[in-house]
């Protein structure tokens, strides 16, 4: 898809892959300076800082923001880090008391993403504004809402995208406050090449324990980068107390986190070539397999349609199901993986065979 500045080239001084941390909320004056302080003394200054100045959420009552008081207040972070600031906007007035302000960069919330108004009122707001924009994916895994807003953003001229992976909300898995879904920034980057994803093990975790295991499994995926809710007093955080961490723990994670060299950077690297080499001649085979299996497909599907057949037969599918899976799991392959590609291939039968019976010319009695 669309090329656009990677984060390397949006001025911001990097060593990759990108750290942004900083409080859920902006809360105090004397809490950002805090915060400030003790990220210097523990040496774990970030490259981007984060703060939240206009909060949405999900219930009303709850802390919604300083609002621009607290936009005033990044020139602390300026001032004793020297390091540019990230906020959240998530209408037209908070881009324009943002760009006041000269925050760096902005981002746009999961809760805005799943909304193509807001989204586009926010990108009028930027048109023809040189500022990079990180987009959250929508609350909901649609990975369409998440390229679109990209796209709206890239419409009005916005080249310097990157993309916030938080995870996804789902009424029924707990072990997250928002599941991860490791294929959808995966699939992001493969259909908007050169997409950079970082990773808020915060907002999927929620609570401090566990942060450090997704962060890591967010490196190992490829990811580019983390945004890490870091708070003095995590406790006594007036919005997301459960998941902040301190800049102690925050350095001591980032520490032991194993990065992975981006396979861009590494060189030539001859072991890795020979087994790229292998892996695409075996993927010429599957894809040979796989189209001449379709073609008997297709020759099954004439026969069921001169035989006034239905395409579906619901007991040959149930045993091709089991029997494969029951073959896929003796060759260690997952049950779940069997199950997706089976029903993958299947639906694909199913399709073309409908297909031909809908084209076909009708048989003469
Ligand atoms: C946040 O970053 O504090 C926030 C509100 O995130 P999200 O939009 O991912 O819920
Ligand atoms: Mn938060």
């Given at each position: 898809m669309k090329p656009h500045k990677q984060i390397k080239d949006w001025g911001l001084g990097l060593t990759s892959p990108l750290i942004i941390a900083g409080p859920c909320s902006a809360e105090t004056p004397e809490q950002i300076e805090q915060i400030c302080k003790e990220m210097k003394e523990e040496n774990m200054v970030p490259q981007l800082f984060r703060a939240g100045i206009w909060k949405p959420r999900t219930r009303p009552g709850s802390f919604e923001g300083v609002g621009e008081e607290g936009l005033k207040w990044m020139e602390i972070v300026r001032h004793n880090l020297n390091i540019p600031i990230t906020t959240e906007v998530g209408n037209a007035a908070h881009v324009e008391l943002a760009l006041k302000h000269k925050v760096d960069v902005l981002w746009i919330g999961a809760r805005t993403t799943v909304n193509p108004f807001a989204v586009q009122e926010i990108a009028e707001a930027?048109?023809?504004v040189d500022i990079p924009v990180m987009i959250k994916n929508p609350m909901n895994p649609d990975l369409e809402l998440w390229v679109g807003a990209l796209e709206r953003m890239y419409a009005v001229g916005i080249d310097k995208l990157a993309a916030i992976h938080r995870g996804f909300s789902d009424a029924y898995d707990k072990r997250f406050r928002?599941?991860?879904?490791?294929?959808?920034p995966i699939h992001l980057k493969r259909v908007w090449t050169g997409m950079e994803v970082i990773n808020d093990p915060s907002h999927i975790v929620g609570r401090r324990d566990g942060l450090q295991e997704v962060a890591q499994r967010a490196m190992n995926f490829g990811l580019d980068g983390l945004m890490i809710e870091t708070h003095h007093d995590p406790d006594k955080a007036w919005s997301d107390a459960k998941q902040q961490i301190t800049p102690a723990r925050?350095?001591?994670?980032?520490?032991?986190?194993?990065?992975?060299?981006?396979?861009?950077?590494?060189g030539p690297d001859e072991k890795l070539q020979d087994l790229r080499r292998a892996v695409d001649h075996l993927d010429?085979?599957?894809?040979?397999?796989?189209?001449?299996?379709?073609?008997?497909?297709?020759?099954?599907?004439?026969?069921?349609?001169e035989h006034h057949l239905t395409v579906f037969q619901s007991n040959r599918w149930k045993e091709v199901m089991e029997s494969r899976t029951q073959k896929g799991v003796s060759k260690h392959l997952s049950e779940k993986f069997m199950k997706e590609l089976l029903y993958c291939i299947h639906e694909e039968s199913v399709k073309r065979q409908e297909k031909q019976l809908r084209e076909a010319e009708p048989i003469k009695k």
């Open positions: 930027l048109r023809g928002n599941k991860p879904n490791w294929s959808m925050l350095k001591e994670m980032i520490d032991s986190i194993d990065f992975k060299e981006p396979l861009e950077t590494m010429d085979q599957l894809l040979d397999i796989l189209q001449e299996r379709f073609a008997v497909i297709d020759q099954i599907g004439a026969h069921k349609r």
